[in-house]
């Protein structure tokens, strides 16, 4: 059974800097693209960050341009996020997603959900004073 588990979500104030890890464990995701996305009530699920296989690719979104660092671990088959400057905008439950057949070897940013295949519970971040 493939399980992403998220850990590192935090309540914290403006400006600070927070890292998210996702570990992916029932099947290796090395050959995949990895991504993390972010929700808040009522709103659709939005793309952050995204990792090609090799860890070459890296792409974010422009709300986290400049302010955000993706890297993965293949050996620990795993994937981090790390985050600076954070605004109270910031604030939602981050995911962790691993890529299905079309990301395989891709080096593409893969900014849609429907792209992947295999999603964590989520871990809550929040940015307020």
């Known amino acids: 059974q493939v399980q992403l588990v998220e850990s590192g979500g935090s309540s914290v104030h403006p400006g600070a800097s927070l890292s998210l890890a996702c570990v992916a464990s029932g099947r290796t995701f090395s050959q995949n693209t990895m991504g993390w996305f972010r929700q808040i009530p009522g709103k659709d699920r939005e793309f952050v960050a995204s990792i090609s296989w090799d860890g070459l690719g890296q792409f974010y979104a422009d709300s986290l341009k400049g302010r955000s660092t993706i890297n993965r671990d293949n050996a620990r088959n795993s994937v981090y996020l790390h985050m600076h400057r954070l605004r109270p905008e910031d604030t939602a439950v981050y995911y962790c997603?691993?890529?299905?057949?079309?990301?395989?070897?891709?080096?593409?940013?893969?900014?849609?959900?429907?792209?992947?295949?295999?999603w964590g519970q989520g871990t809550q971040v929040t940015v307020s004073s």
């Open positions: 997603a691993a890529g299905g057949d079309r990301t395989r070897l891709s080096e593409t940013a893969h900014n849609a959900a429907g792209d992947y295949d295999y």
